[in-house]
């Protein structure tokens, strides 16, 4: 009986420790942050999800979930009313579609939970709604960027190929857009050959750079790709081709391009900061769970790299 007593008066007493770790005075970590990423198989958002996981990492009263959508908008959805279920308090997303956001959106107000998005922005040139953030870069801007380069690099005369990224991602219609605007404006003999989607993935990137290839011969002469990934895939294309004439650019200045500039077979990227877009995400949900002023928008600036400056971002 005594045995038995002491037992229980034992039990209660580590319950009641573990009860006072779980509650205020900050030892436990109790604010859920949720993090829904479009797909884990993109390497730059992989940098992404590190900055932001890093920012929290010495708050220990914060918490991040990271749930991964793999290009499905309805699983992104899915994930984030669970996460709403579990108790986050705040929300981050990475969109799948930049335009089928509007469900996500309604879910995070009902809650009266703030919601970031990051990297890609689905409001286009609208503020966000109350409550709703944004942090990334300027579209338009890195193709624009691209295209200057690659206009100067063919002296102004040839054929190029775009090779976007996803046709419903703001990212992929807006550099394609500046890389036109640009080549049109200012290089009316650079010619756009073809324009296809190679969905941001490497594999797709080679394939379709080697059907260019087959197709227009000695006429292509540049490659500008959305994304690294796809730059790569050309630069293995061209590689395999023995194409040493076809100069190949990319955005997001991952570390294999950084090294593919270096060694040439890149003549350039455009950095798109994606540790200072992880922070700044990271920052606006802090900012907004701790009631702090914030502009309802961050940009993050794109910055062209190539040779001439590539021992700044290595």
Request: hydrophobic fraction near 45%; include cysteine.
């Amino acid at each position: 009986m005594k045995k038995a007593l002491v037992i229980g008066i034992l039990a209660l007493a580590m319950a009641g420790s573990l009860m006072s770790c779980n509650q205020g005075g900050g030892s436990g970590k109790e604010i859920l942050v949720g993090y829904v990423i479009n797909n884990m198989n993109d390497t730059f958002q992989t940098y992404v999800v590190d900055a932001f996981k890093a920012y929290f990492a010495d708050k220990p009263d914060y918490t991040v979930e990271v749930q991964d959508a793999q290009e499905d908008v309805v699983k992104q959805q899915d994930h984030v009313n669970n996460l709403i279920a579990k108790g986050a308090k705040a929300l981050v997303v990475v969109p799948v579609n930049t335009s089928a956001m509007g469900p996500i959106t309604q879910a995070a107000q009902n809650a009266k939970i703030p919601l970031v998005y990051v990297n890609r922005n689905p409001f286009g040139e609208a503020n966000p709604p109350d409550g709703v953030y944004y942090v990334g870069s300027q579209e338009i801007v890195a193709g624009t960027l691209q295209g200057e380069a690659m206009g100067a690099a063919l002296n102004g005369q040839g054929g190029v190929g775009i090779l976007m990224g996803k046709l419903d991602n703001e990212g992929a219609i807006l550099r394609t857009q500046g890389n036109k605007e640009v080549i049109t404006a200012k290089f009316p003999n650079v010619r756009i050959l073809a324009e296809e989607t190679g969905n941001w993935q490497r594999d797709q990137g080679l394939s379709l750079t080697e059907n260019w290839i087959t197709t227009y011969g000695a006429d292509l002469k540049g490659i500008l790709a959305n994304n690294d990934e796809m730059a790569l895939g050309a630069v293995e294309a061209t590689r395999l081709a023995n194409r040493t004439d076809i100069l190949v650019m990319g955005v997001d200045a991952i570390p294999d391009a950084l090294v593919a500039v270096a060694n040439g077979t890149m003549a350039g990227t455009v950095l798109q900061d994606a540790a200072g877009q992880g922070r700044g995400a990271a920052d606006a949900a802090f900012k907004a769970l701790t009631s702090q002023s914030q502009d309802p928008i961050n940009w993050i600036p794109f910055v062209l790299v190539d040779k001439s400056n590539l021992s700044e971002y290595q």
